[in-house]
């Protein structure tokens, strides 16, 4: 006697839907992230190499604000690709004169790589394991927020104080939130809670621009020792 289904009506479809949509996502993000870092790393090279100055603290937090706004206003529309691409490429921009100090020191040529080789590593680490293990982390997402708050005034503490070993404390401090965001932005995505490529995009590069960064502080310190 054939066993009939017992899954509801429309069930089935709604779930296989949901999955290709949710597959749909996830390469869509991988795609634009990719074509994003490109483009990212060459503009920080045009800047090495032409030496560009750093565009200063006001106008940094004011760039990367204002086209952070503008890729959300724009999410669902055809400029966001666009948009994307100019905040990432601000970013490049901006880690350009970061680069060029570093390269300026002793073996700073060798601190670059480790620290794009160990966020290049992690971030696969991270969500090869989210993509295996279907984890949930959106838990984490009041956490990171208010980590980041106070990630963000500290560095500015330390700016203005000069005090390195609070820089130090805050660049170790960004770089274990940014592997936090990559678990929580990957995880969004698996499960359905993120359905949005562009902001999907843009939270996973921004992950790893801090990680990035932060890696690249706290190996420079201990290279110049």
């Known amino acids: 006697m054939n066993q009939l289904a017992t899954h509801p009506k429309g069930t089935v479809p709604s779930a296989l839907g949901s999955t290709l949509a949710t ?25 090495v190499a032409l030496r560009l100055p750093a565009p200063g603290l006001i106008l940094t937090l004011a760039g990367y604000f204002g086209l952070l706004y ?3 206003k724009v999410q669902a529309s055809g400029w966001a690709i666009g948009a994307v691409f100019a905040l990432t490429g601000f970013m490049g921009y901006t880690l350009g004169p970061v680069l060029s100090a570093h390269l300026a020191l002793p073996g700073g040529g060798q601190t670059i790589a480790l620290a794009l ?7 696969l680490a991270l969500s090869l ?3 295996a293990t279907r984890r949930d982390f959106s838990f984490m997402g009041g956490f990171l ?9 500290g560095a500015l503490a330390a700016m203005f104080f000069q005090i390195p070993a609070l820089g130090l404390a805050v660049s170790a401090m960004v770089a274990l939130l ?5 678990l929580f932005e990957t995880s969004r995505i698996v499960s359905g809670g993120e359905t949005n490529y562009v902001l999907a995009t843009v939270g996973l590069f921004v992950a790893l621009f801090n990680l990035f ?11 110049n020792d």
């Open 23 to 47: 597959h749909r996502v996830l390469r869509n993000t991988y795609a634009l992230l990719s074509m994003t870092l490109l483009f990212s790393a060459a503009v920080a090279s045009v800047a």
């Open 70 to 72: 503008l890729v959300h």
């Open 117 to 123: 080789g160990a966020t290049g590593t992690t971030f």
């Open 129 to 131: 394991w989210v993509l």
């Open 145 to 153: 927020f208010a980590g980041m708050v106070i990630a963000i005034l």
């Open 178 to 182: 940014s592997a936090g965001l990559i």
């Open 213 to 223: 960064t932060s890696l690249l502080s706290l190996f420079g310190f201990g290279s």
